[in-house]
């Protein structure tokens, strides 16, 4: 069946320093969610990507989804103590398949 | 206020017991969804329903059993096959397609005891 990989599984930073989480699927995938979600929090959308090659921004986060739509990136440029929670990727391979979500990336950031 | 709430957030059962939670929205979504969150193993899909009184399984289905009478509310029931119950229960919605964004609740915390 259809799976979601995301690396890394755990990463440490200081603040100011850039983060990346990487999110793979052994099949092409129709678009991309990402989420976050908080320590004792609930999963909260964060973007959808469709389209080939697509990036997205939203202020110091930047959001890729690769040319062959198999892979996504979620980038945080200088990081602060509020980034700080769990990132999910989330792939489906059609309008009426099932969302898949990756295992997540947990990001701690020390002040 | 819109949104998903779900009741309790912490429950604790005695092991054996069948346990509902509750999920209740009123964003006039088609579509709910139950998934069970387990330390570094992600989200995996319990049940979903695309429509009023139709349910469909999902990864992890074992144990479970949903109903769907109406459009606002989606109640999961743990039962007592369930190997290992333990666990943060996460219920979300969307418009109506599994690619349409999911709004979460706040999830509920089981422990079996």
């Known amino acids: 069946g259809q799976q979601v990989m995301q690396i890394p599984q755990y990463q440490h930073v200081q603040e100011g320093e850039d983060f990346t989480t990487y999110c793979n699927s052994s099949t092409t995938l129709s678009n991309i969610q990402w989420y976050k979600q908080r320590p004792g929090g609930h999963p909260v959308f964060l973007i959808q990507l469709v389209k080939s090659g697509e990036v997205k921004k939203q202020k110091r986060l930047t959001f890729q989804f690769g040319e062959a739509k198999k892979n996504s990136s979620l980038h945080i440029t200088a990081t602060q103590t509020t980034d700080v929670g769990t990132y999910f990727c989330a792939g489906s391979q059609g309008g009426s398949e099932k969302l898949v979500f990756g295992k997540g990336t947990k990001l701690t950031v020390n002040p | 206020d819109g949104g998903i709430t779900q009741s309790p957030k912490y429950l604790f059962r005695k092991e054996g017991q069948n346990v509902t939670l509750s999920c209740e929205q009123n964003?006039?979504?088609?579509?709910m969804y139950w998934y069970r969150q387990d330390p570094g193993q992600g989200l995996r899909l319990i049940y979903y329903?695309?429509?009023?009184?139709?349910?469909q399984k999902g990864d992890i289905a074992e144990g479970y059993s949903v109903s769907r009478e109406k459009k606002e509310s989606f109640p999961l029931t743990v039962t007592s096959a369930q190997k290992n119950p333990t666990a943060f229960y996460l219920c979300a919605s969307s418009i109506g397609r599994f690619t349409d964004t999911q709004y979460f609740g706040p999830g509920t915390r089981l422990t079996v005891l």
């Open positions: 329903s695309q429509i009023v009184n139709d349910f």
């Open positions: 964003l006039n979504h088609d579509a």
